[in-house]
C-alpha cells in the first residue's frame, strides 16, 4: 500500500524500487534467526560436524537471499529487470569461481606426493 | 567477399528503437552502481577462493579453534546486522521526507559500523599480539587478507556516510542526495551480504574443522 503511494508521488516505479518498513522488518527477523541458529550450532556442538556443517552454509545461503530480497530490494521489476539479470549473472560467476578453484586444487592436492600433515611433522 | 555483401544486403536490416524509458537525469547511475557492486563481489570470490584452497594451511601454526573467538563474531555480526536495519530505517525516512529522521539513523548505522571496525581492529590486535600475524602461513595470510578487505570497505562505507551527513545539513534531502543515499545503501548492504560468507565460511567452519 505505501510502496504504491511512493512510486507515484516519485514518478519513476521502473527505478530503484522502494523501500518498506515491513520488508525491513520481515529481512531483519529472518537473518536473525538465520544467524543466532549457525552461531548456537558451533558454539554448543550440538550436532556432528558434518551436519553442522551442511546446515550452516544451508543458512548462510538462505540468509544471502532474504537479504537480497529485503534489504537490496533486487526483484523481477527493479531497473527493467537488469539489476537481477545482473545479480544472476554475478552469482553464477561467484559460484564458478570458489567452486572451480576449490575442485581443482583438491584434486591437484591429492594427486601431488603424499604430505604428511603439517602439524604432526 | 562479394558473395557475402549481397547476402548482407538481402537480409532485412531491423532497428529496434527502446525509448520507452524515460530517463532523468542520474537515472542510470543506481544500476551503474549496482554493476559496481557486482565486480566487487567478484574481487570477493576469489578472495573467498584463496581463503578456501589455503584454509588448512596452517604451515605448523595456529589453527582457527585456536585463534578464533566466536563471541566477539557473534557480537561484530550482530553489529553488522542491527547497522542494515538502521540503515533501512533512514532509507524509509528519506522516503518520508524526515530530515532529521534520516540523519539520526544515519548517525546510529555510522556508530554501529564503527563499533564493527573497532571490534575487527582489537580481534586483530589480539591475533598479532599471540604470534597469529598474516606472515604466519597461508591460512592466516589468506585470512587476513580477505578480513581486512571486508573491513577496508566498511571503513570507507564510514567515511561516505560522513560525508553524506555533511551533506544533508548543507543541502537536504534534494534528489542528488537521495540518489546518493541510495547507492550507500545498496554499498551497506552488500557488505553485510559479504559478511555473511565471512562468518560462515572463516569463522564458523574454521572452527568446526
Known amino acids: 500500500m505505501t510502496d504504491a503511494t511512493h512510486a507515484d508521488t516519485h514518478g519513476h516505479s521502473h527505478g530503484a524500487p522502494h523501500a518498506s518498513r515491513r520488508a525491513y522488518v520481515i529481512g531483519f527477523l529472518l537473518s536473525v ?8 550450532l558451533v558454539m554448543t556442538a550440538t550436532l556432528d560436524a558434518t551436519t553442522t556443517g551442511v546446515l550452516i ?50 584434486h ?10 603439517a602439524r604432526s611433522s | 567477399m562479394a558473395a557475402k555483401a549481397t547476402t548482407e544486403a538481402l537480409e532485412p536490416t531491423f ?65 553488522l546486522l542491527v547497522s542494515s536495519i538502521t540503515y533501512g530505517f533512514a532509507m524509509i525516512a528519506m522516503q518520508e521526507g524526515r530530515l532529521g529522521g534520516t540523519k539520526f539513523w544515519l548517525i546510529v548505522t555510522g556508530l554501529l559500523g564503527a563499533a564493527f571496525v573497532g571490534i575487527e581492529l582489537f580481534e586483530f590486535a589480539e591475533l598479532i599480539h599471540e604470534g597469529a600475524t598474516p ?12 578480513v581486512a578487505t571486508h573491513g577496508l570497505h566498511v571503513t570507507f ?10 551533506q544533508l545539513n548543507q543541502r537536504g534531502l534534494h534528489p542528488e542526495n537521495q540518489r546518493r543515499l541510495q547507492c550507500l545503501s545498496m ?5 553485510d551480504v559479504v559478511w555473511i560468507g565471512v562468518f560462515t565460511f572463516v569463522y564458523l567452519l574454521g572452527v568446526l574443522r
Open chain 2, 15 to 79: 532497428y529496434l528503437v527502446n525509448d520507452e524509458h524515460h530517463h532523468e537525469p542520474g537515472g542510470s547511475t543506481l544500476l551503474g552502481f549496482w554493476i559496481y557492486l557486482m565486480s566487487d563481489a567478484l574481487i570477493f570470490a576469489t578472495l573467498f577462493a584463496t581463503f578456501g584452497v589455503l584454509s588448512t594451511a596452517y604451515a605448523g601454526g595456529p589453527i582457527p579453534r585456536e585463534i578464533f573467538s566466536l563471541p566477539l563474531v557473534a557480537l561484530n555480526t550482530a553489529l
Open chain 2, 187 to 191: 554499498f551497506w548492504h552488500f557488505l
Open chain 2, 135 to 146: 606472515q604466519r602461513s597461508a591460512f592466516l595470510s589468506a585470512f587476513f587478507t580477505l
Open chain 1, 108 to 117: 591437484l592436492n591429492t594427486n601431488m606426493m603424499p604430505m604428511v600433515d
Open chain 1, 33 to 40: 534467526v538465520l544467524t543466532a541458529v549457525p552461531f548456537w
Open chain 2, 157 to 166: 562505507g564510514i567515511i561516505w556516510l560522513i560525508v553524506m551527513l555533511f
Open chain 1, 57 to 106: 552454509v544451508g543458512a548462510a545461503i538462505v540468509q544471502i537471499l532474504v537479504h537480497t530480497v529485503c534489504f537490496l530490494h533486487v526483484n523481477t521489476q527493479s531497473e527493467g529487470g537488469w539489476t537481477l539479470m545482473a545479480y544472476i549473472f554475478t552469482a553464477v560467476l561467484v559460484l564458478i569461481v570458489i567452486a572451480g578453484s576449490l575442485w581443482i586444487m583438491f
